[in-house]
């Protein structure tokens, strides 16, 4: 319950039009217990009394409450929908702004596949929710609180024997509710797993396609399918119970009334026409019995479903401003330095990517990283943008540290082109001025040319209008980085991150760009991860990278002179190198 | 919101011309909705396999519908007995046999719900394993051009719709459609005037409904369209979130969030304030059925031609007329809504599959590895060609290097070898056999793929190296890492080979996974390698050690390499250099360089500027 009263707080803008339409809920509860009392006094005061105009007037007075009933359910039928769509909608809205607070460390340990059954099918299980209960929520217990009333105004002897019937009815309400919640928990969590199936499919079809691994997927979502289907069949076969088990206690409460009623009518106690109109007070309440239980495996799923959001709306960031943070401004190219910086994607310094990294680059530098896979480069540079936030030690900027300023201030001081590229749907011209949407077209053109990207560009049919499909599927691989870097440079940024965002461009077009990023140069201080010597020939320092550590520190010539493992990677770019005689006679004998 | 207009992949080719069909990007374009009641039609043979169970749900449901309508007539003579009579004889009786009664209806209603919730429920987990096989067998381009959110939408939200009318119970509408018939015999029976005056609600239903079924069906239409539209959005921008925050357009990302959500909003009011519509007018005008029953029985029970006892019966089959009413104007809403996703579903299903040759097919059996492009011409759109007229031929056992500008068409060639996109004309020969003649899965079984952009599904590393070769024995997948020079650093991971990597995998460098890849090509052991871009981010050092795993392994087997650091293919037999979707040169590193080319100067450019 604690969660669903939770988002109820979603409900509050919209509290007016909610009170509304169950006022208008509760006439049609007055309405709806009118009719049986009418013909209560059509059957006693009219037939059996003769009383033509009676009938008549009963009648006409009838029709007349059914007419007026009409507006008031389509008036609280409206305001039922408008509020539990609003509601839904505050609600995808409030969940995918979490979800865009969520630093890097948070989402890697989401799926999107998961974060999405949440932003939909938990989200509209809530709306769900809602929108039913306004609607019929509170009809159902008035309906029958308005019964029994009247059942006790009517004869309350026999209004006494219907007691423990309630009583039981409840009891068998409760029952299903509380034993349905935890059933949906789990059809969503076998949902979740079922979507990120289906998600990774997409996703990743061409390798699906290359390793002939249909058949294996086929079978690997037809077992999420199943694990969700038993889960939801037997949700939906346990909730099949419930409508039976509730007319069951209906129908034993009429036979009760025929029988107890028939007693007493014998006895003079009770007229016929009573009997008819406490039979029919109960099977007034039957039909909102059956509304219940239609709301109970809507209360059940909802419940289940609010629980799974408050866990996404009560995440904490990992990252967040501190309470203080001061804006970070930069007059010029800063200097960026780290101090004894160690670092671990789960926090614990045992199994630290770095470990003890200081170092720094001036105003105006660029600061190349080495090194081999895994040793830790694009974990460092995400540390200078507080992607991650450091273990221990500290990254500052002009002396700085970045935790003490706001993470906007400091975005807006960063470009970073990361190794994967990501592109959105829209024209290649959106994408590029990505980071500043009120670039001019000359701007674009501009960083379009240093990233060598004006070209091919302008060799597409229509240019920079040019559609860019999701992920930018349409481009190559290249296209794509440089697409990414042109939208970096269009920013001007005083720190630019460049994190092997060259690796698919060709050597010739690297060379471009190099030469376009030197002209750049005093503006900004530069941090670049490659692989490539070519790349780092003319940074101002070029730091080796180990296992996490930094093992060398220098520029090209004295690196070329002091570090073996510089050396190494020198000499495995120039042709054959690198290779042992062996293999390069293996290779020999295939041709 | 707009939807892809059109697209073109390394768009080398300047101008036009070229003979170029439209073929390969207009596969992907999904139809709009066809006729709704074949989708009807076409969600029926869902249930075909369970004939059985629904006969016996059928005859549940006819039995317990019976027996509901003995319960008020019970109930009426039971009272009619109590006015003649004035006393309680027989009342016991009667009321022992009204309970057994309501006994076994609810014990069958039970019955016949549970049963059906388990026939649903398989049957819309056929309909998701259909669909999903359909959306396998897409062509790659269909990938390319749609949005893997509305995709997602139409398997999650559009059966939802689905089953949220199967689930309101296939049983409800026949229990209430024979409920309903049942009364009006009854009635007819008992008394055919006051009969046929109530029957005068029905027309004024039916007209009504088919009034309020045309809005709230286009009203469901774009509900759905919409929330597929919205989740578009949502996964993209989810996916893209890094670089999105990195730029600081978290904004920029809600606020397109916003419009599709707003769209949501306006279209579900829309379509539940419609659907809902229904619902108070069918009470009423069950009131209505009661009122007219009071009133005119009334007035006929004055005038002594009907029993009050009649009358009572007539109300409480009047109550019980309303409640199926309801039900069946509830479960028409649901309909619209499952018409409306079934239509979205369908037209999926109905997107031409990756086919393979019509007429006779052939197989390769062992392969040797000749590989022929003839003449080869292709582009993604039809008149910006991509690939012209290339040929060549990589004979087996050769090392075949791919070299040029980005986007100069290479991934293309790939692209086409693996039959990603079908050529527009010549041929592409594998052993002499055109590979167009070949069923796709024993071509792609021969070909050993390792892409640009490395894919990791949610599992273990091991999981992951053994999707090149499923039968592969850990100790086998161990050697293929340590061959790809992967297994030292799987080591180091928190739990070795049994590391749980996610989608993202931030867990893993870039380099890292690109380890992984070839792990899993060099387990696949496939008959032709090709390598993508294989090793871009793997440093150079590492590379350099797997280049030894790699001369093995392309002993004997025909190998493509695509790579922008030369040294990475200066062994190869052949070097085709690319420019523009032809080839601008070809031979043996020593010979290009010598020719002083555009390979000559691609190669120098590598050391420009360096004091060597």
């Given at each position: 319950m604690g969660p669903v009263i939770k988002l109820f707080r979603f409900a509050k803008p919209y509290w007016l039009r909610s009170g509304l339409a169950l006022v208008l809920l509760a006439t049609l509860v007055v309405f709806d217990l009118s009719i049986p009392r009418l013909i209560q006094r059509l059957i006693d005061r009219g037939i059996l009394a003769h009383d033509h105009a009676l009938v008549l007037h009963t009648a006409l007075l009838m029709l007349g409450v059914s007419f007026v009933s009409i507006f008031v359910a389509i008036g609280n039928n409206n305001l039922s929908v408008f509020v539990g769509e609003s509601v839904g909608r505050d609600l995808r809205e409030a969940l995918f702004r979490k979800i865009q607070t969520f630093s890097y460390g948070n989402l890697d340990r989401q799926k999107t596949g998961q974060l999405m059954v949440r932003l939909t099918s938990d989200a509209g299980s809530v709306q769900r929710l809602l929108q039913v209960t306004l609607r019929i929520g509170t009809r159902a217990p008035l309906l029958m609180i308005g019964s029994l009333v009247l059942m006790i105004s009517t004869s309350p002897t026999l209004a006494l024997t219907m007691l423990p019937l309630l009583v039981v009815t409840s009891a068998v309400m409760v029952f299903f509710l509380v034993r349905m919640e935890p059933m949906y928990r789990i059809v969503q969590q076998r949902l979740d797993r079922m979507n990120s199936v289906l998600q990774e499919n997409i996703a990743g079809i061409r390798l699906v396609k290359a390793f002939v691994r249909e058949r294996f997927e086929g079978e690997r979502f037809q077992s999420a399918n199943q694990a969700y289907t038993e889960e939801s069949a037997k949700v939906m076969q346990f909730s099949a119970m419930m409508p039976p088990a509730l007319t069951l206690c209906v129908n034993v409460?009429?036979?009760?009334?025929?029988?107890?009623?028939?007693?007493?009518?014998?006895?003079?106690?009770?007229?016929?026409?009573?009997?008819?109109?406490?039979?029919?007070?109960?099977?007034?309440?039957?039909t909102p019995l059956v509304m219940m239980t239609l709301l109970s495996s809507v209360w059940a799923s909802g419940m289940a479903s609010a629980k799974r959001l408050d866990e996404v709306l009560s995440a904490a960031p990992e990252i967040s401003d501190a309470g203080n943070a001061?804006?970070?401004?930069?007059?010029?190219?800063?200097?960026?330095?780290?101090?004894?910086?160690?670092?671990?994607?789960?926090?614990?310094?045992?199994?630290?990517?770095?470990?003890?990294?200081?170092?720094?680059?001036?105003?105006?530098?660029?600061?190349?990283?080495?090194?081999?896979?895994?040793?830790?480069?694009?974990?460092?540079?995400?540390?200078?943008?507080?992607?991650?936030?450091?273990?221990?030690?500290?990254?500052?900027?002009?002396?700085?540290?970045?935790?003490?300023?706001?993470?906007?201030?400091?975005?807006?001081?960063?470009?970073?082109?990361?190794?994967?590229?990501?592109?959105?749907?829209?024209?290649?011209?959106?994408?590029?001025?990505?980071?500043?949407?009120?670039?001019?077209?000359?701007?674009?053109?501009?960083?379009?040319?240093?990233?060598?990207?004006?070209?091919?560009?302008?060799?597409?049919?229509?240019?920079?209008?040019?559609?860019?499909?999701?992920?930018?599927?349409?481009?190559?691989?290249?296209?794509?980085?440089?697409?990414?870097?042109?939208?970096?440079?269009?920013?001007?940024?005083?720190?630019?991150?460049?994190?092997?965002?060259?690796?698919?461009?060709?050597?010739?077009?690297?060379?471009?760009?190099?030469?376009?990023?030197?002209?750049?140069?005093?503006?900004?201080?530069?941090?670049?991860?490659?692989?490539?010597?070519?790349?780092?020939?003319?940074?101002?320092?070029?730091?080796?990278?180990?296992?996490?550590?930094?093992?060398?520190?220098?520029?090209?010539?004295?690196?070329?002179?002091?570090?073996?493992?510089?050396?190494?990677?020198?000499?495995?770019?120039?042709?054959?190198?690198?290779?042992?005689?062996?293999?390069?006679?293996?290779?020999?004998?295939?041709? | 919101m707009t939807h892809p207009q059109g697209s073109m992949r390394g768009g080398a080719g300047a101008g036009s011309g070229g003979p170029s069909q439209p073929r390969g990007m207009h596969i992907g374009k999904i139809e709009a909705a066809k006729d709704p009641r074949s989708a009807l039609s076409r969600l029926l043979p869902y249930l075909k396999p369970f004939k059985l169970g629904i006969l016996w749900v059928l005859v549940i449901v006819v039995l317990y519908t019976f027996l509901g309508l003995v319960g008020p007539y019970l109930m009426g003579v039971a009272i009619?007995?109590?006015?003649?009579?004035?006393?309680?004889?027989?009342?016991?009786?009667?009321?022992?046999?009204?309970?057994?009664?309501?006994?076994?209806?609810?014990?069958?209603?039970?019955?016949?719900?549970?049963?059906?919730?388990?026939?649903?429920?398989?049957?819309?987990?056929?309909?998701?394993?259909?669909?999903?096989?359909?959306?396998?067998r897409l062509p790659v381009a269909f990938f390319d051009q749609n949005a893997a959110g509305d995709l997602m939408s139409r398997l999650t939200n559009d059966i939802d719709a689905i089953n949220q009318a199967i689930s309101q119970n296939v049983t409800t509408l026949v229990a209430s459609l024979l409920s309903m018939v049942g009364i009006v015999v009854a009635m007819f029976v008992l008394n055919y005037w006051l009969a046929l005056a109530s029957l005068l609600v029905l027309p004024i239903m039916f007209w009504f409904t088919r009034f309020v079924a045309g809005y709230t069906r286009k009203g469901f239409r774009d509900l759905q369209r919409d929330l597929g539209q919205l989740n578009g959005v949502m996964e993209e921008a989810i996916s893209g979130q890094r670089t999105s925050h990195a730029f600081r357009r978290k904004e920029a990302a809600v606020d397109a969030f916003r419009i599709g959500n707003e769209q949501v909003f306006s279209a579900g009011v829309y379509a539940n304030s419609y659907a809902l519509l229904l619902m108070p007018i069918t009470s009423v005008l069950g009131n209505l059925f009661v009122i007219v029953l009071a009133g005119l029985g009334g007035w006929l029970a004055l005038s002594g031609l009907v029993s009050v006892g009649i009358i009572a019966t007539f109300i409480s089959y009047g109550q019980s007329f309303v409640g199926p009413l309801r039900q069946?104007?509830?479960?028409?809403?649901?309909?619209?809504?499952?018409?409306?996703?079934?239509?979205r579903i369908f037209a999926i299903v109905d997107l031409a599959p990756e086919l393979d040759a019509p007429t006779k097919l052939r197989t390769l059996g062992p392969v040797r590895g000749d590989v022929l492009f003839d003449h080869v011409r292709f582009g993604y759109l039809p008149n910006v060609p991509v690939v012209r007229d290339l040929s060549f031929e990589a004979k087996p056992g050769q090392l075949i290097a791919l070299v040029g500008p980005t986007g100069a068409g290479k991934t293309t060639i790939i692209n086409l070898l693996t039959r990603f996109y079908e050529i527009n004309s010549g041929t592409i020969q594998i052993d002499g056999t055109d590979i167009r003649s070949l069923k796709k899965d024993e071509l792609r079984q021969n070909l050993g793929l390792v892409l640009q952009d490395v894919f990791l599904f949610s599992g273990s590393v091991l999981d992951n190296i053994r999707y090149g070769r499923q039968s592969a024995t850990d100790e086998e997948v161990m050697e293929a890492a340590k061959l790809a020079e992967a297994d030292a650093f799987i080591r180091l991971l928190p739990q070795g080979y049994q590391t749980q990597l996610s989608e993202r995998a931030s867990n893993l460098s870039q380099g890292q996974r690109q380890l992984l890849a070839i792990a899993r090509a060099i387990l696949a052991d496939p008959a032709i390698l090709i390598l993508d871009e294989a090793t871009s981010s793997v440093d150079t050092r590492t590379e350099a050690r797997i280049q030894r795993a790699f001369l093995n392994l392309m002993r004997g087997r025909t190998s493509f390499v695509i790579a922008h650091r030369l040294s990475t293919i200066a062994d190869a037999d052949q070097i085709l250099v690319i420019e523009h979707g032809a080839i601008a040169e070809r031979g043996k590193h020593a010979e290009l360089l010598a020719q002083r080319g555009v390979y000559h100067r691609l190669y120098t450019s590598q050391f420009k500027g360096e004091a060597i």
């Open positions: 409460g009429v036979v009760v009334v025929i029988w107890a009623g028939g007693l007493e009518s014998v006895r003079g106690k009770l007229s016929v026409g009573q009997i008819v109109a406490f039979t029919n007070y109960l099977l007034t309440t039957m001061s804006t970070l401004s930069l007059s010029g190219a800063p200097r960026i330095a780290f101090e004894h910086v160690t670092f671990s994607y789960r926090g614990a310094s045992a199994d630290a990517v770095l470990k003890d990294i200081s170092f720094s680059a001036e105003p105006g530098q660029t600061v190349a990283i080495l090194g081999a896979t895994g040793a830790g480069k694009s974990s460092l540079v995400k540390l200078i943008p507080r992607f991650y936030d450091v273990t221990e030690g500290r990254v500052t900027i002009d002396g700085v540290d970045v935790r003490t300023v706001t993470q906007a201030s400091l975005l807006a001081q960063i470009a970073i082109v990361p190794q994967e590229t990501v592109l959105f749907s829209g024209t290649l011209r959106d994408n590029i001025r990505y980071g500043k949407p009120s670039a001019s077209d000359a701007e674009v053109v501009a960083a379009a040319h240093a990233a060598q990207a004006h070209a091919f560009i302008l060799e597409t049919e229509n240019g920079y209008d040019s559609r860019v499909e999701q992920r930018g599927a349409n481009f190559s691989g290249g296209q794509k980085q440089r697409i990414a870097l042109a939208r970096a440079l269009l920013l001007h940024p005083k720190i630019l991150i460049l994190d092997d965002s060259t690796s698919a461009v060709d050597v010739e077009t690297e060379t471009h760009i190099q030469r376009a990023l030197a002209e750049l140069s005093s503006e900004q201080t530069r941090v670049v991860v490659a692989q490539r010597i070519s790349t780092v020939l003319h940074a101002d320092k070029i730091l080796v990278l180990d296992e996490g550590r930094i093992v060398a520190e220098g520029d090209h010539a004295s690196l070329l002179e002091s570090s073996a493992i510089y050396q190494e990677i020198y000499h495995s770019q120039l042709g054959n190198a690198g290779l042992p005689a062996g293999a390069r006679d293996a290779a020999q004998v295939n041709s | 009619d007995s109590l006015l003649r009579t004035h006393s309680a004889q027989g009342l016991v009786r009667i009321s022992v046999v009204m309970l057994t009664v309501y006994v076994f209806y609810n014990v069958l209603q039970a019955a016949s719900g549970r049963l059906m919730a388990g026939i649903s429920q398989q049957a819309l987990a056929q309909l998701r394993a259909d669909l999903f096989t359909r959306v396998q069946l104007a509830n479960l028409y809403n649901s309909i619209q809504a499952a018409l409306a996703g079934a239509e």
